[in-house]
């Protein structure tokens, strides 16, 4: 049942990425706990708006936990203490009257704080670049039927697919790798006939850009897996390192 | 097929659609078979914006590309995977017939004229039919990971609206799905330096150079300074202006600047008041509620839509003493199953939608505000299992449990029509061409091929022909008579005269320092647009929505509020700058929905509908596309009509009943 609650919020502020940044203390009364995380950001930032002070800048737009552009360390959770959401999903019921919540960007070499909570992840978009796609231009394809594919590898590719590039599995990472998100694309299209012609020029091209941006490497903790929002297994980091191997041997 | 021509008489038809000659499925190969082509040698020359990453956008930008052109790619969020098209959850329909059932090119083509309440364009709609197997051949070969049979091949399910199955899906992330596709196409084309992107940025003006687009004045999100942009042409894939009603299912940066952009730079608006209410959203539960979430359509193939057949009960659950599960079988109103037997739960969304409001209003609704129904799916539950239940839609159950803390495998959802797509937009020929030559649109921000009413897991449809078939062929058609002109340079005094209104404009924004902020305002227009221009409308409520929408418009222009700085990241001040514009198509839907003095599918008219309370079209007057034109800030815009003719299908009142 709906009911309302007053926390403590902690949030990292910071005016550009080479400012020095801090945490400011906001006390917020009455929140409702049918409110969202972010529309509960909304109404501090309208306080702060009308109290003619500067709103907290953070990433979101759709809303509904596709798109992933929200992101926020929360009480040292990607994306909160709820599993298998993104912060626009999470709901203020998640917490206790009297909480302090400790609000922080993703913290990652990588991804670059822009101002506040917003952090630049330009750096995913780079490495899909490399190689995340199957090289055929629009047109001349063969019919959608023409090869099957068994169930189980499409749907383990769905699943893979379900990636939606977040960050959290990085910000999650003692050593921000960005291995399972590599790893879901890598597998996605390895999985699938159309990917295979490609798929060791692919493994070894996305590992070396992600070594390239300033990622680290994956110790095998599965924090990645523990806090990604759409529950993507780390088994995909083992199919991962397979191609990488073979890729390699073949050379 | 009726061969006689119907058609309305419209006076002095100004607008010419420039539809290629010939029988309606010959029309998009003869166009292809003699248009101009742009050889490659010259395309490397030859500049080309897109603006927005979304399925038309990253499609187009991607496709373009890798035919040689040079293309400059903009988008409003971090990353073109980002756009709105991610969310579109149901599907994509094609004509593959797969499933057997019957289907075919013309079968999605007449379902698709009749879906949209016969107010679309013949040709365009059926070369949309066409291209639609292309559409899946090419997401296949991406490693689009689509739903599959046992035996390898591709699964189908239903939507509304359609009596075959010819939609393929992703579990419920079809969107997701297929917007990776393209932007992993967009991305190959990135890595290759064909393409140059610009994220983090919004389009402000389009530049006009002697009569033709030339370019775009766009503002870098990050350090909130406005820049300038060549090219030989510009196209628009900004999406839909759903955000007018402040709470819609559209994401929260979703916007219609671009489109008011175009349309003050003497691009037609088409159709404004054509917006689709999707009926399977999540009710609005709060005052601080930012946004909307829809349910996807694909629901309503198991899921069947009820309220109590007793208003005593419907009462009682309102107050909390009794649930829907007490509730037997016999006391519960299968509304669409009783009101349209041969579509039952699949109905189009525009009567979907219309009929909840129709037993809300009567008092039938359920939760606690009463705009409410039920969506149930105990009987599929007890006949597949909810193994089965869970395998379709476990990532919308989830979603839905997250947000209302209830679990729908146990107790029905409860769902509410809410805003989510709109048919009208940017007028365009044939060509995808607005009336400014050489500018563009594709996707939601066009009008063309839904009509009235747009059918479910068509969008994707719609958006990805643009992107990839259609687009990069016609835009060539123009092309090809600009490869004379050189890359012109961005200062001359038509750019300087754009970007100055630009900084004009923000100035005086931040120059007001009112009480008010963006949001509490832009929620005002959102409750006039829901109240008066929402599913039912009216002469004096949409009257009385023209003289609400100007006080807003006073009250944003006099009191708004903007924290912080002009060049700088301001979050504030990009929502206030499409606030602005949200106010211009505000005011032409409400303009729009008075002058139709019809019901045609999203838009319904009190005064015009049948006994039984179904849409009245009045094909003798209304039979047309309407296409306002700005004639100057202050000045009411011009109402051009661009006849709609029916050579070959012959217009009916639409019928889901038998």
């Known amino acids: 049942m709906e009911k309302n609650i007053n926390v403590t919020l902690k949030i990292w502020r910071q005016v550009g990425p080479k400012e020095k940044g801090k945490f400011e203390t906001y006390k917020l009364d009455n929140v409702s706990t049918d409110s969202s995380f972010l529309e509960m950001m909304d109404v501090l930032n309208e306080r702060l708006i009308s109290e003619r002070k500067v709103p907290i800048a953070f990433d979101h737009d759709c809303r509904e936990g596709i798109c992933g552009m929200c992101s926020l360390y929360i009480n040292g959770h990607p994306h909160g203490p709820d599993g298998e959401i993104t912060t626009c999903q999470l709901h203020m019921r998640n917490f206790k009257d009297g909480q302090t919540i400790v609000i922080e960007p993703w913290r990652s070499a990588a991804f670059p704080i822009i101002r506040d909570l917003m952090v630049d992840r330009g750096a995913f978009d780079k490495i899909i670049q490399a190689g995340g796609y199957v090289s055929i231009n629009t047109g001349g394809v063969p019919d959608a039927n023409s090869i099957p594919i068994s169930k189980v590898d499409a749907d383990e590719a769905m699943d893979a697919a379900s990636c939606i590039g977040c960050g959290a599995c990085a910000a999650a990472c003692k050593n921000s790798s960005a291995m399972l998100f590599v790893a879901a694309k890598v597998s996605q299209l390895a999985l699938l006939p159309q990917g295979k012609v490609e798929a060791a020029h692919r493994a070894k091209a996305m590992v070396a850009k992600m070594d390239e941006l300033g990622f680290g490497n994956c110790t095998n903790t599965g924090a990645c897996e523990a806090e990604c929002p759409k529950n993507v297994s780390i088994s995909h980091i083992a199919r991962l390192n397979r191609e990488f191997l073979s890729a390699k041997f073949k050379d | ?658």
């Not at chain 2, 365009?124 to 296949?140: H, K, T």
């Not at chain 2, 299968?334 to 579509?343: C, K, S, T």
Request: proline residues 3%; charged residues 25%; neutral net charge.
């Open chain 2, 1 to 658: 097929m009726a061969k006689k021509k119907e058609t309305t008489e419209v006076e002095e038809t100004k607008i010419d659609a420039r539809i290629p000659e010939g029988p309606l499925a010959e029309k998009w190969s003869n166009y292809k078979d003699h248009q101009k082509l742009v050889n490659p040698s010259n395309k490397r020359r030859l500049d080309i914006i897109v603006v927005g990453t979304g399925l038309a956008g990253a499609s187009a930008a991607a496709s373009m590309a890798e035919m040689g052109f040079n293309v400059l790619n903009f988008c409003i969020q971090d990353s073109p995977r980002r756009a709105h098209s991610i969310a579109a959850q149901g599907g994509i329909n094609a004509a593959k017939n797969y499933p057997n059932d019957g289907d075919s090119v013309y079968r999605l083509f007449y379902d698709t004229i009749k879906g949209g309440d016969y107010r679309a364009r013949e040709a365009n709609v059926y070369r949309l039919a066409e291209v639609s197997n292309g559409i899946i051949d090419q997401c296949v070969a991406q490693g689009v990971p689509f739903a599959r049979e046992y035996g390898g091949l591709l699964d189908n399910r239903s939507f509304g609206g359609a009596q075959v199955s010819r939609t393929f899906y992703a579990k419920g992330q079809t969107g997701q799905q297929l917007l990776l596709g393209a932007y992993s196409a967009l991305s190959r084309q990135i890595g290759k330096g064909a393409v140059k992107l610009y994220s983090r940025y919004e389009m402000l003006d389009v530049v006009i150079i002697e009569g033709r687009a030339r370019g775009i004045i766009a503002r870098n999100l990050v350090t909130g300074k406005v820049e300038r942009f060549f090219a030989h042409a510009v196209v628009v894939g900004s999406g839909g202006y759903g955000n007018t009603f402040f709470l819609s299912t559209n994401a929260m940066a979703s916007n219609g600047s671009a489109a008011i952009q175009m349309y003050k730079k003497g691009a037609y608006f088409a159709n404004p008041a054509y917006a689709q209410i999707h009926p399977t959203c999540i009710p609005v539960h709060g005052e601080f509620q930012s946004k909307l979430t829809l349910m996807s359509e694909s629901l309503r193939n198991d899921g069947r839509i009820w309220v109590p057949k007793k208003k005593e009960d419907a009462e009682a659950i309102r107050a909390g003493k009794k649930k829907a599960t007490d509730l037997s079988e016999d006391e519960r109103d299968y509304y669409l199953e009783r009101r349209y037997p041969a579509f039952g739960n699949l109905v189009p969304r525009d009567v979907a939608s219309r009929a909840a409001k129709e037993r809300c209003d009567a008092g039938f609704g359920v939760g606690n505000t009463g705009l409410a129904v039920y969506l149930d799916f105990s009987e599929a539950i007890n006949r597949l299992g909810e193994s089965v239940i869970r395998a379709r839609y476990g990532n919308l159950f989830q979603m839905y449990e997250k947000i209302v803390d209830d679990n729908p495998y146990r107790t029905p959802m409860m769902i509410y029509p809410a805003i989510h797509y709109c048919m009208g937009g940017i007028w365009v020929d044939y060509e995808l061409q607005t009336s400014v030559k050489g500018l563009f649109c594709i996707g939601e921000a066009n009008f063309s091929d839904h009509g009235a009413n747009r059918l479910g897991a068509s969008a994707l449809m719609q958006g990805l022909a643009d992107g990839y078939f259609i687009l990069p062929y016609t835009i060539q058609n123009y092309l090809a008579d600009q490869i004379q002109v050189p890359r012109l340079s961005t200062d001359l005094p038509e750019f300087d005269e754009a970007e100055k209104a630009v900084n004009d404009k923000i100035k005086k924004l931040m120059s007001i320092q009112g009480k008010k902020s963006v949001d509490s305002i832009h929620r005002e227009l959102g409750l006039i647009m829901w109240d008066f221009v929402g599913m039912g409308r009216n002469k004096a409520g949409l009257e009385h929505a023209l003289e609400k929408i100007k006080e807003v418009r006073k009250e944003f222009w006099s009191n708004v509020y903007i924290p912080g700085k002009e060049v700088d990241l301001n979050n504030e001040l990009e929502k206030a700058l499409r606030l602005a514009d949200f106010i211009e198509i505000g005011e032409l839907m409400a303009r729009d929905a008075l002058m139709r003095e019809e019901s045609c599918g999203g838009h319904f008219r009190e005064e015009y509908q049948t006994p039984e309370g179904e849409a009245l079209r009045n094909d003798e007057d209304f039979s047309f596309a309407s296409c306002w034109k700005f004639k100057g800030e202050g000045e009411e815009p011009e109402l051009l009509k661009e006849a709609l003719e029916y050579e070959f299908i012959h217009r009916q009142q639409r019928n889901y009943k038998s």
